[in-house]
């Protein structure tokens, strides 16, 4: 854009007026141009293109926690839930709860320590290696699900046996690979 700018100027001064402008001089213009234009920010109105999303079993093997906090208003009511689940997507136990008004980072915190102290002994007993990945909400829409459900409770239940009504098609969408857009 700088090189057609420059040098229709210089055609112009050319024709119209008969001055011929030197070719260094013209590089020099359509260089400083260039960076300036280059310096512009053009693509702040750029629209991302949503990407799908899934809840990933890493490998098939070992157990997955998947742990959320939420909060409304930041701070505001927070919540915080999360269930385990085997590699193949079903159940072992979950929980939920609220944890009154605070800020959005402690109700993440505080869903991944209820997780642990929840089974704690378990975990101590065992020969694990823990890898820990941030996932986005659209992959981890079970966990999701029960710290939105923890917004309509005033205690916490360390340990739910099953699944609530209602989850098991949120759980049959994680473990059949079904994509969610972010």
């Given at each position: 854009?700088?090189?057609?700018w420059w040098i229709w100027r210089a055609r112009n001064?050319?024709?119209?007026?008969?001055?011929?402008?030197?070719?260094?001089?013209?590089?020099?213009r359509i260089v400083d141009y260039a960076l300036l234009?280059?310096?512009?920010?053009?693509?702040?109105?750029?629209?991302?293109?949503?990407?799908?999303?899934?809840?990933?079993?890493?490998?098939?093997?070992?157990?997955?926690?998947?742990?959320?906090?939420?909060?409304?208003?930041?701070?505001?009511?927070?919540?915080?839930?999360?269930?385990?689940?085997?590699?193949?997507?079903?159940?072992?136990?979950?929980?939920?709860?609220?944890?009154?008004?605070?800020?959005?980072?402690?109700?993440?915190?505080?869903?991944?320590?209820?997780?642990?102290?929840?089974?704690?002994?378990?975990?101590?007993?065992?020969?694990?290696?823990?890898?820990?990945?941030?996932?986005?909400?659209?992959?981890?829409?079970?966990?999701?699900?029960?710290?939105?459900?923890?917004?309509?409770?005033?205690?916490?239940?360390?340990?739910?046996?099953?699944?609530?009504?209602?989850?098991?098609?949120?759980?049959?969408?994680?473990?059949?690979?079904?994509?969610?857009?972010?």
């Amino acid at each position: 854009m700088a090189a057609v700018w420059w040098i229709w100027r210089a055609r112009n001064a050319f024709c119209l007026d008969n001055d011929l402008v030197p070719h260094f001089s013209l590089k020099m213009r359509i260089v400083d141009y260039a960076l300036l234009l280059k310096n512009c920010d053009f693509n702040q109105h750029e629209t991302t293109l949503p990407k799908l999303m899934r809840w990933n079993a890493f490998g098939g093997t070992g157990m997955i926690l998947n742990v959320d906090g939420c909060s409304i208003g930041n701070p505001g009511i927070s919540n915080f839930g999360g269930l385990i689940r085997n590699a193949d997507g079903a159940w072992i136990h979950g929980f939920f709860g609220n944890i009154g008004f605070t800020n959005i980072l402690h109700a993440e915190l505080m869903a991944i320590y209820r997780a642990i102290i929840n089974n704690i002994k378990d975990i101590l007993n065992r020969d694990w290696q823990v890898l820990i990945l941030h996932t986005f909400r659209e992959g981890n829409v079970c966990a999701d699900y029960f710290a939105k459900l923890g917004a309509n409770s005033n205690e916490v239940f360390p340990f739910i046996a099953n699944p609530p009504a209602g989850h098991n098609l949120c759980l049959l969408a994680d473990a059949s690979g079904i994509c969610f857009y972010r």
